[in-house]
């Protein structure tokens, strides 16, 4: 069996896969050694698009929620809802990944010349950035969710089925 190089793919594993994968990895361990202690590994699961997921654009390399396909109003329902469940996850997971490194920077080993108050604060602003990225998650969950409203309210003549007019019917002139 030939050695596979770092430009193929194993079998089974897309490019980005491996990438994020191996990134994921990476992060544990750089956390852990910058803390001087052990956290468990972080795993990324990265789906290819083998089977399920919704419609025929599930899995496609450039879309995370499949190929959007807008033909009909419960597709857009769907996409929106969709993007709002990913991002809440999202922003859980962020909220989640600034508490504790927040929590593992402010233990970690000072500086010489530094108080564990300005060991604190340091920890605090490298965390907030993590923070500001889980709000940005959950600004992008309610515009997912307003995006469906909008799309309600601007499209609500065409949504709604409009009752059948009746043939107008020829006027006889009123007669005495």
Same mark, same amino acid.
């Given at each position: 069996?030939?050695?596979?190089?770092?430009?193929?793919?194993?079998q *089974?594993?897309?490019?980005?896969?491996?990438?994020f #994968?191996?990134a994921g990895?990476?992060a %544990?361990g750089?956390? *852990?050694a910058a803390? %001087?202690?052990?956290?468990?590994?972080?795993?990324v699961k990265?789906?290819?698009? %083998?089977?399920g997921?919704?419609?025929a *654009?599930?899995?496609?390399?450039?879309?995370?929620? %499949?190929?959007p396909?807008? #033909?009909?109003?419960?597709?857009? =329902?769907n996409?929106?809802?969709?993007?709002r469940?990913l991002?809440?996850?999202?922003?859980?997971?962020?909220?989640?990944?600034?508490?504790i490194?927040?929590?593992r920077?402010?233990? #970690?080993?000072t500086l010489?010349d530094?108080s564990?108050?300005? #060991? /604190?604060?340091?920890?605090?602003?490298?965390? =907030?950035?993590?923070k500001?990225?889980? !709000? *940005?998650?959950?600004?992008a969950? /309610?515009?997912?969710?307003?995006?469906y409203?909008?799309?309600q @309210?601007?499209?609500? !003549?065409?949504m @709604?089925?409009r009752?059948?007019? =009746?043939?107008?019917?020829?006027?006889t002139p009123?007669?005495f």
């Amino acid at each position: 069996m030939a050695a596979r190089n770092g430009n193929v793919p194993p079998q *089974g594993q897309s490019n980005n896969a491996r990438k994020f #994968a191996a990134a994921g990895a990476a992060a %544990g361990g750089f956390v *852990g050694a910058a803390t %001087g202690s052990f956290i468990p590994p972080i795993n990324v699961k990265v789906s290819t698009g %083998g089977g399920g997921g919704r419609g025929a *654009g599930a899995g496609s390399p450039h879309f995370m929620l %499949g190929e959007p396909n807008f #033909a009909n109003t419960d597709d857009v =329902r769907n996409y929106c809802n969709a993007v709002r469940a990913l991002m809440l996850q999202c922003a859980i997971e962020l909220a989640m990944g600034a508490k504790i490194l927040e929590a593992r920077l402010s233990q #970690a080993q000072t500086l010489p010349d530094d108080s564990p108050m300005q #060991a /604190k604060l340091r920890a605090m602003r490298v965390a =907030r950035k993590l923070k500001r990225a889980a !709000d *940005g998650a959950t600004a992008a969950a /309610k515009n997912a969710v307003a995006a469906y409203g909008a799309f309600q @309210r601007e499209y609500a !003549d065409l949504m @709604r089925p409009r009752p059948q007019q =009746r043939p107008a019917q020829p006027q006889t002139p009123f007669k005495f």
